[in-house]
């Protein structure tokens, strides 16, 4: 359990369930990069939580626009590959 501005962040959402994988869209390398696993989102503000890969305890707050599901970056490597064989 989590606190945001005196507010319980708890839950996930139908995209980001709890303890799924988040990835970052990479534009340099146009690869996405997995960053962390979901911790929670906060409906008032729109901010999902994630907990960091390689550290300890490190929450980072994203908003939707900045992160990928596993779903959408598969579809992003799909999609890089079609335009790499053309």
């Given amino acids: 359990m989590m606190r945001w501005h005196k507010t319980i962040v708890t839950e996930g959402t139908a ?3 709890l ?3 988040v990835y970052v869209y990479d534009p ?3 690869v996405p990069k997995f960053v962390g696993w979901c911790a929670g ?3 008032q503000t729109n901010f999902y939580f994630v907990k960091m890969k390689n ?3 490190t929450i980072v707050v994203y908003y939707r626009a900045c992160i990928l599901n596993h ?3 598969e579809a992003l490597r799909h999609q ?4 790499a064989a053309a």
């Avoid at 890089?80 to 335009?83: D, N």
Wanted: hydrophobic share 15%; aromatic share 14%; no cysteine.
């Fill in 71 to 73: 779903a959408e970056t």
């Fill in 28 to 30: 340099q390398d146009h």
């Fill in 15 to 17: 995209e980001f369930p």
């Fill in 55 to 57: 550290t300890y305890g």
């Fill in 41 to 43: 989102y906060h409906s």
């Fill in 80 to 83: 890089t590959l079609q335009e």
């Fill in 19 to 21: 303890d799924s994988r």
